[in-house]
């Protein structure tokens, strides 16, 4: 049942070289996996430990492939280079043949069946595992990230672990309309100076607050360059890409996650206009590959791998925002590439345990999982669509603006001098958004406090600028506050808040991309609820002092509370976000999860829509697929239709004017031809032909097994020099006593790869590509072999018939 | 050898932090400061507005338990009440210790590691081996093909002390790398 190629069972020692786990030291040989060029360099000391299979045992696999007199399967055979895309059908019929040969065994003994019972239970148990971790690390990022954002503005007496908010839980001096004032909180100035108020403190505060956030940017982006390069950046558009079968070596590994956790908190700290949701999707992948090597079905089998992946980042947004169901939505609409009902099952499982592990550690001291809790549940009507309608053109504006404006700036980034100084750029954006924020309190206070303060809707018992309208001396027994008009201090949160607008919609065109991890949503939806609140004040006084309009008569009568100004900040919240993620059903379960507010699905949805719709209009492409676009990374894009009526001949290569395509054949080369092809050329792989005049069709073989079968066989098996020949075939003829050693490479050929005719339209082309994940597809005509289309030739073909450069995808 | 140690010291240290992180979740005592009753009263009349923090349980936190002194008497202190909104709050104190000293430790190991890599080591190699035997350098290995030969005159000790030192010196390759192909020639990541 081993297809003696593709079938590792005894890979136990080795297949950790296909991990990330670069650091285990591999009992056998080590195979550097870190080179980026084609051949890896095979190291030296074999050790004789790995066990031959018993012979004689058929694989089923599609078509029979019989085990030959390979004994044993060569260590790295089936396993992939750095930066190259994986042959999904080849892992799928891995892992059937796996599942198969435990499913048969498990009749034979106790141990065998239960071996077959762990193993279908491995995947739950993973989930619960990932679960567990994930939580915990977004519990301990939360706790962490607030404490060290109070730092920049002074110390807690009492402990200095605690932040503002907890120093103060149990004092008795906060009065009403200071709820954060108590003696053991120390601002700077007053631990400095000895006083907090005059000119001089207010000074010395800001000189802190600038200091403070100097050093932690520092602090981040120095960890990143140190130890673990591939920790800045959201991290989603690098994950999209290695869920579609995209391999990046230590992308998701040990030193990856722990330099991510610690560094995220530290940018989020700095007052960097960033949020930590991307970068959590980023840990929870992290979790989730490194938990995947204690179990040997999905060390081994990168298919398997990448639905486990899924599931953790859904687990990822689950644990940022507390919304399981919408972090599994996120997960099947934005991240992954395939999602089996199977994952959908599992993923909902690991974003259930993360956020109940989450809400056991506690981290806002109030049961809640997310700052943004709201609990008014007022009415809206029907005529408010249009302002709704308003802030999703505003979204979808304001998305199409963002992702344009980044990714001119990540592409200058890339290519001038400024990418040479990344550590001066941290610090030069840092000092920029300090100065500038620390004036403006609704730009000093961490942005997930404004949002939810902007959130919030005002009732009698909230004290803050927002609220502060003007009293009219009756009091009534309910809850909510009738609307009045607007006292001097909204006047004034109006024009700063306005101020911040303008401000964070510049910064986070900076920010986002730079070298430390840095995520999206949060500033997004700052922008948005900034807008939205804005937006719902002013419609609060136009109905209060025009209530007589028509459009407001017959609803919003005076004394009434009709407007509430903290749904549009929701609404805008979403708009924006919308804009620029282009998330559509995810964004509107994350919201009504976020808030608890299930009334108002239908101004979300609305909101939703006409962002997209409008940001669409304006550029095809969300923010995270620019980045992949901007990366040049092979990434087939599952959402775009191809609609040109190109053929297979027109794509594939050689073209008329290349030299012809390297083929191997079945019997007649030797060890030295086919060493001297695998040396001129760099194609990842080979299709093997009868002969060099029929050109029929025998299979494929990959440049990677080539190389480690012919060296392994060099020098282990007798015989074999630079005249043997190399053959393809099943059955052997006799060889001349004088000949030397035939060479039988035939268990490492794919014998059934992919074929389409010469005249097959490019739109079946590429869905045969984005529906089976293949890497080349070979191409016939009149039954012969007569070219090869590989997924970078169709991304380039894809690229210039959109009229963009063809030489921008880098990667295989 | 030194940094060898520091390397497996670091995982056993995220290891121990991550079960002290859950284990004091989970035996964490309530500690009885770590309760509380919050009650926000409005200004009422002439009364201003108020906040009243207390330490009771769940079945005390209501406006006649907590809010004391009451600033009304008599009849009015039932309207008063209704305008208190009074809530139930707890916090585990524990694990806010706990993890912030956690991370703190954690980030200063980190950068006392991050200054003895790129500071202290190559001085120390070049005093112990000599300028000459060094092949590998904090920078530019660009194309440095051959697998890493290991020419110091070091006497091995032992096997696996070698080879957790060989894997020590790939992941630092690993890691220049990486820095290359992001912040040098922003292959990945732009």
């Known amino acids: 049942m081993e297809n003696a190629g593709y079938c590792n069972d005894s890979f136990s020692s080795l297949q950790s070289g296909t991990s990330d786990e670069d650091m285990v030291e591999i009992a056998g040989a080590t195979l550097d996996f870190s080179s980026t060029d084609d051949v890896p360099p095979l190291d030296r000391d074999y050790v004789s430990g790995y066990p031959a299979y018993g012979s004689g045992t058929d694989c089923t696999n599609g078509a029979p492939k019989l085990m030959d007199l390979l004994d044993e399967p060569l260590p790295g055979v089936g396993t992939y280079e750095d930066f190259n895309t994986i042959d999904w059908v080849r892992e799928k019929s891995k892992d059937r043949d796996r599942h198969r040969e435990i499913a048969s065994k498990s009749k034979e003994s106790t141990w065998a069946l239960m071996k077959s019972v762990s193993d279908a239970f491995s995947g739950w148990l993973l989930m619960l595992l990932i679960g567990l971790m994930s939580g915990a690390l977004a519990g301990g990022i939360d706790i962490s990230a607030h404490w060290m954002t109070d730092l920049k503005d002074g110390v807690c007496l009492n402990g200095f672990w605690f932040n503002h908010e907890h120093c103060c839980w149990n004092s008795n001096e906060t009065t009403f309309v200071e709820r954060d004032r108590c003696p053991q909180w120390k601002t700077w100035a007053e631990l400095i100076l000895g006083t907090a108020e005059g000119s001089f403190a207010y000074i010395v505060n800001y000189l802190m607050y600038v200091c403070w956030a100097l050093l932690f940017a520092f602090l981040a982006v120095s960890l990143v360059r140190a130890f673990a390069p591939y920790a800045c950046g959201s991290g989603i558009p690098e994950i999209k890409t290695i869920l579609s079968g995209f391999i990046i070596r230590g992308y998701l590994g040990k030193w990856t996650l722990v330099i991510k956790t610690i560094t995220l908190v530290l940018a989020v700290s700095s007052g960097l206009s960033l949020g930590k949701e991307g970068p959590l999707v980023h840990v929870a992948c992290c979790c989730g590959n490194i938990l995947c090597h204690v179990f040997t079905k999905y060390r081994k089998n990168e298919a398997k791998r990448r639905e486990v992946l899924s599931a953790a980042a859904a687990v990822g947004v689950s644990v940022a925002f507390g919304a399981p169901i919408g972090g599994v939505l996120f997960s099947l609409e934005e991240v992954s590439y395939y999602f089996p009902l199977k994952t959908l099952w599992r993923s909902f499982f690991a974003a259930l345990v993360a956020a109940f592990t989450l809400r056991s550690i506690n981290p806002f001291g109030n049961s809640r999982l997310v700052l943004f809790y709201v609990e008014f549940h007022s009415p809206w009507h029907l005529l408010e669509l249009v302002p709704f309608v308003l802030l999703g053109i505003f979204g979808g504006l304001w998305g199409a603006f963002f992702i344009r404006a980044n990714i001119a700036w990540c592409r200058r980034r890339k290519t001038t001098r400024l990418g040479h100084y990344p550590v001066l750029e941290v610090l030069l954006v840092t000092a920029v958004t300090a100065l500038l924020a620390f004036p403006n309190e609704y730009t000093r206070m961490s942005t997930s406090e404004l949002i939810s303060e902007l959130f919030n809707d005002c009732t009698p018992l909230d004290s803050s600028k927002l609220c502060d309208y003007i009293n009219s001396n009756e009091t009534k027994s309910s809850n909510e506050l009738p609307d009045r008009p607007a006292g001097l201090n909204v006047y004034m949160a109006m024009w700063q808040l306005a101020l911040a607008l303008v401000f964070k919609m510049v910064i986070t065109v900076v920010t986002f991309g730079m070298k430390v991890p840095s995520g999206l949503f949060i500033p997004s939806m700052a922008v948005g609820a900034i807008a939205g609140r804005l937006l719902g004040v002013g419609m609060e006084q136009l109905a209060y002092y025009h209530h007589d309009w028509v459009i407001f008569r017959g609803w919003c009568s005076p004394g009434a509370d009709c407007i509430t100004p903290g749904l549009y900040a929701m609404v805008g919240a979403a708009a924006c976000l919308g804009g620029v993620t282009r998330m559509t059903v995810s964004l509107v379960v994350i919201m009504f999860e976020l808030t608890g507010g299930l009334e108002y699905i239908v101004p979300l949805m609305a909101a939703a829509m006409t962002s997209k719709w409008v940001a669409d209009a304006l550029g095809r492409e969300g923010i995270y697929e620019a980045h992949i676009r901007l990366n040049g990374y092979p990434f087939l894009e599952a959402k775009e239709e191809f609609s040109h009526k190109t053929l297979a001949m027109d794509v594939m290569r050689p073209r008329r004017s290349d030299p012809p395509l390297s083929v191997l054949t079945q019997d007649s080369m030797s060890v030295e031809d086919v060493e001297t092809l695998i040396a001129e050329t760099s194609y990842s792989g080979f299709p093997v032909v009868v002969s060099h005049e029929s050109q029929r069709l025998v299979g494929f073989v990959l440049r990677r097994d080539l190389t480690i079968s012919i060296e392994n066989a060099r020098r282990r098996q007798d015989g074999i020099v630079s005249t043997s020949r190399v053959f393809f075939t099943e059955y052997i003829p006799p060889q001349p006593p004088s000949s030397p050693a035939p060479l039988k490479l035939r268990p490492i050929m794919d014998l059934s790869p992919f074929t389409v005719t010469d005249q097959t339209a490019m739109e079946i082309v590429v869905d045969i590509f984005r529906k089976l994940g293949l890497r080349q597809c070979l191409v016939t005509h009149n039954g012969r072999l007569l070219g090869i289309i590989t997924k970078k030739d169709i991304l380039k073909h894809m690229a210039q018939m959109a009229n963009r450069d063809p030489d921008s995808i880098l990667f295989n | ?190």
Request: hydrophobic letters at 35%; charged letters at 25%.
């Open chain 2, 1 to 190: 050898m030194s940094h060898v140690c520091i390397n497996v010291c670091i995982q056993l240290y995220l290891l121990v932090c991550f079960l002290m992180i859950l284990s004091a979740e989970i035996s964490a005592a309530k500690n009885a400061e770590d309760i509380r009753c919050k009650c926000i009263c409005p200004p009422y009349k002439d009364v201003n507005g108020k906040i009243y923090n207390q330490n009771v349980s769940l079945k005390d936190c209501n406006c006649l338990h907590v809010v004391k002194p009451m600033p009304v008497e008599g009849k009015d202190v039932e309207a008063y009440c209704l305008h208190c909104e009074c809530r139930y709050e707890e916090r585990s104190s524990g694990t806010i210790k706990v993890t912030i000293i956690v991370y703190l430790s954690l980030l200063g190991l980190l950068l006392l590691y991050m200054v003895y890599l790129t500071l202290l080591e190559p001085t120390l190699k070049r005093r112990l081996f000599g300028h000459s035997q060094l092949i590998q350098s904090d920078d530019d290995d660009v194309g440095d093909r051959q697998p890493f030969g290991n020419t110091r005159d070091v006497p091995s000790h032992s096997n696996v002390l070698n080879k957790v030192e060989h894997a020590q010196q790939r992941w630092w390759r690993q890691v220049q790398e990486q820095r290359k192909s992001v912040f040098d020639r922003h292959v990945v990541l732009s």
